[in-house]
C-alpha cells in the first residue's frame, strides 16, 4: 500500500523540496522532507527499516550527495536512492552510480518522470523486503513460436533449423523461461546468471538480449516474447496473447 510507503527526501532548495514533498503525498506516499545530509543520516541510522526510498539532492550544505549516498551503501543498506541533480555531465552520473544510486535524474526535470522513477524503484525494491520465493524447478526445455531449446543437450532449432547459441546466452534464456512471466531487473540478472555484484555498471544484460532476439525473435525489433519493461527490466512472455505484444 502507497500509504505504508515512506520516501525520504533530502534537498535543500525549499521550494523543490516542499513541491516534491507536496506531489509524492498526492501519490499517497508517505514523506519526510530534510535538508541536509547529516539530518538524512541520522533518520536513517535511526529508523532504517521504515525508509522505503530516498530522493537525494547531490548539492547539499556542508556534506555532499555522494557522501551521503556512500555513507548509506557502507552501512549495507539497500534502499532505493534517486539522485538529483543540476549537473548533467557524464563523469558526474557516473560518480553517483559508483557511490551507489540508483538512478540519476537531472534538473530541471519532468515532474511525470519523477513519479515514475519512484514508483518504478519501489517495485524493484519490494522483492528484496520480503522473504525469497523458492527456486523454480529447473527446466530442461522449451518450446515457443517456432523455437525449440534442449537446455541439457544445448539443442536449438528454429524454424525446425539448427541454430547457434553459446553457455552463456542458453543460461539467460534458462532464467527468464524459469521466471516466466515475472518482470526482472538487470540487477537480478547480473546476480543470478552472471554472478557478479547487482550493482556493477555494465551493458553485458543488454546486448545478450540484442543477441538472443537475433535468435528467435521474428522482429528483433519488435520482441513478442522477451520484452523490455521500461525502468524495470525484462520479462519473457512464453504465448503472447496477441500479435500487439512488443516493447512496454
Request: hydrophobic residues 40%.
Amino acid at each position: 500500500m502507497k500509504g505504508s510507503t515512506h520516501i525520504l527526501i533530502v534537498e535543500d532548495e525549499e521550494h523543490l523540496g516542499v513541491g516534491i514533498k507536496y506531489n509524492l503525498e498526492q501519490e499517497g506516499y508517505r514523506v519526510t522532507l530534510c535538508a541536509d545530509g547529516p539530518t538524512a543520516l541520522k533518520l536513517i541510522e535511526q529508523m532504517p527499516e521504515s525508509i522505503d526510498l530516498m530522493v537525494l539532492d547531490l548539492m547539499l550544505p556542508g556534506m555532499s550527495g555522494y557522501t551521503v549516498c556512500e555513507t548509506v551503501r557502507d552501512w549495507g543498506l539497500t534502499l532505493p536512492i534517486l539522485m538529483l541533480s543540476a549537473r548533467t555531465l557524464a563523469e558526474d552520473r557516473t560518480r553517483g552510480f559508483d557511490v551507489g544510486a540508483n538512478q540519476y535524474l537531472a534538473k530541471p526535470f519532468d515532474l511525470d518522470e519523477l513519479l515514475s522513477r519512484v514508483k518504478n524503484l519501489l517495485q524493484l525494491s519490494r522483492p528484496n523486503r520480503t522473504p525469497r520465493k523458492p527456486k523454480p524447478e529447473p527446466v530442461k526445455e522449451v518450446r515457443f513460436a517456432t523455437t525449440f531449446v534442449n537446455f541439457e543437450t544445448f539443442e536449438v532449432e528454429v524454424d525446425d533449423k539448427p541454430a547457434r547459441m553459446t553457455p552463456k546466452e542458453l543460461r539467460l534464456l534458462k532464467y527468464f523461461v524459469e521466471n516466466e512471466g515475472r518482470v526482472i531487473s538487470r540487477q537480478e540478472l547480473l546476480t543470478e546468471v552472471w554472478e557478479l555484484p547487482g550493482q556493477l555498471q555494465t551493458r553485458a544484460v543488454d546486448q545478450f538480449i540484442v543477441r538472443l532476439r537475433k535468435v528467435f525473435e521474428v522482429d528483433p525489433s519488435n520482441p513478442r516474447h522477451l520484452l523490455t519493461i521500461r525502468d524495470a527490466g525484462y520479462r519473457f512472455v512464453k504465448e503472447p496473447a496477441d500479435a500487439d505484444d512488443g516493447e512496454e
